[in-house]
């Protein structure tokens, strides 16, 4: 029997998702959990297996197109035979019924079981938003029309002349076929749908087609090409990215707080560190430091790793911290986190660090590694800038910006030396956190990294 695979919520409220790459092509046979697409969410790449063994029959989605979770992207042909009552993909085209059929559904007639799909743990839809309506087919134009009498026959001898028999109504036009991000797509160009003819699987009306009647309703002297600028769509990682930096920025009353640190013993210590065997083989940098120098004034100061409740109207004070790390990839920003980051020890932190950098940079970051974050870390020295003002992670308090550590005149015992100095910047939400306590928060941190050893007094 044929099946559609349809695009699964793969969690956080997905609504839609693009297309990457496919690794299958019709006619490939493909396995139980194979992967076969690579899809693009609002937060990350996410790989999709096909739940069922069997041969590709179709491939309804291409490689750049935007689909709405619960279309079919894929059909497959597998060797069992459907229940009783369900349909088949092939079923599901609709075809002129024919002469004396009645719709199913209609007239009192029985209607077809809902169709069943096989759901991998973790993803699918939820069952009945799946349901399609049963699309209304003309009749067919080989049922002869019923015979109209002739009004000169049938008058009255005396009897005033009949009325004027009004004009037919127009026959309405068939349904035209496509998914739903083309009908949407039609709506927002002004294109009909029922005026195209579909260069799509079974006359689909696909978004190539309704660009195309778009430019062609669109008047030469209306539109602008101009080699000086290029327009880049608003999707994925940016347009999330976006979303997510302005809700936080005009909801949190933000306030940020700067501060220079000779941080030469720190640099010496990360020396030291690599040059231990325990951590022979894995990449020691002075954001470790760092992230430690903030996990541990999490603890002394627990209201920074809280969030504002606003409809609840309550402060929410976090008993672990899961440690989000600002990431620069080539798909845009990214804030993954590692959780539970303040019971780990010194080494399996930067380990974590390690694989979080890595799994961002191959963009694979899965959007569960970008969820629950309670406190935030942006490495704006890798850049070369001293700081910044960070923008809060939506539904957390604060963010520390670590700038770049360079060589500058310092004081030192009262004489002038040449100094490793770092700049930290701490933004944070003036709902949760005063300023008192943004200032002690930011104070510590910077007297660990000036010297380590208050990181071992205050764990």
């Known amino acids: 029997m044929r099946r559609e695979f349809k695009l699964p919520d793969v969690g956080e409220g997905l609504t839609e998702a693009e297309i990457v790459r496919w690794h299958v092509q019709p006619g490939d046979e493909v396995k139980v959990n194979q992967i076969v697409v690579e899809i693009e969410t609002a937060k990350s790449i996410v790989e999709l297996p096909i739940p069922w063994d069997g041969v590709v029959a179709e491939l309804l989605a291409e490689e750049g197109q935007t689909v709405d979770v619960g279309v079919p992207v894929i059909t497959v042909d597998t060797l069992e035979e459907a229940p009783p009552g369900e349909a088949k993909a092939e079923e599901l085209v609709p075809n002129p019924p024919e002469e004396g059929a009645v719709e199913p559904g209609a007239h009192g007639s029985p209607a077809p079981k809902e169709e069943r799909q096989a759901v991998l743990v ?14 209304k087919t003309p009749m067919p134009s080989n049922i002869p029309a019923p ?68 430019e062609r309703e669109t008047p030469a002297e209306t539109r602008t090409e101009t080699p000086e600028e290029e327009r880049i769509p608003v999707k994925g990682v940016r347009k999330m990215t976006a979303q997510a930096m302005v809700a936080s920025a005009f909801t949190a009353p933000h306030v940020t707080e700067f501060l220079q640190v000779d941080v030469t013993r720190t640099m010496e210590a990360v020396g030291r560190l690599r040059a231990m065997p325990d951590f022979a083989g894995v990449k020691v940098s002075p954001l470790l430091l760092v992230a430690k120098a903030v996990l541990v004034a999490a603890a002394r100061y627990p209201m920074m790793n809280a969030a504002w409740d606003e409809a609840a109207q309550e402060i929410v004070v976090k008993r ?23 019971s780990l020890s010194l080494l399996d932190l930067a380990r974590a660090l390690n694989e979080l950098a890595e799994t961002a940079r191959a963009g694979r970051t899965q959007p569960a590694e970008m969820s629950g974050g309670t406190i935030t870390i942006t490495n704006v020295g890798v850049f070369g800038v001293d700081a910044g003002t960070p923008i809060l992670n939506p539904g957390e308090s604060a963010i520390l910006a670590f700038g770049q550590v360079r060589d500058m005149p310092w004081v030192v015992g009262g004489e002038l030396a040449v100094r490793k100095v770092t700049t930290l910047a701490v933004s944070f939400d003036h709902r949760v956190v005063d300023g008192e306590l943004g200032s002690l928060f930011l104070r510590d941190v910077g007297a660990m990294l000036e010297d380590p050893l208050h990181m071992l007094a205050w764990s």
Do not use: F, M, S, W
């Open 122 to 135: 973790g993803y699918g839809v939820k069952p009945g938003t799946t349901r399609r309506r049963p699309r």
């Open 320 to 342: 672990h911290v899961n440690l989000g790390i600002a990431a620069a990839t080539p798909r845009g920003l990214l804030v993954p986190n590692i959780k539970n980051a303040h």
């Open 147 to 214: 015979p109209v009498a002739n009004p000169a026959r049938t008058a009255t001898p005396g009897a005033p002349p009949p009325a004027a028999e009004p004009e037919p109504e127009p026959e309405p036009r068939p349904a035209a076929l496509a998914k739903p991000p083309v009908r949407k797509l039609a709506k927002d160009l002004g294109v009909d749908l029922t005026t195209l003819t579909g260069t799509g699987p079974q006359g689909t009306i696909t978004r190539e087609d309704v660009h195309r009647a778009a």
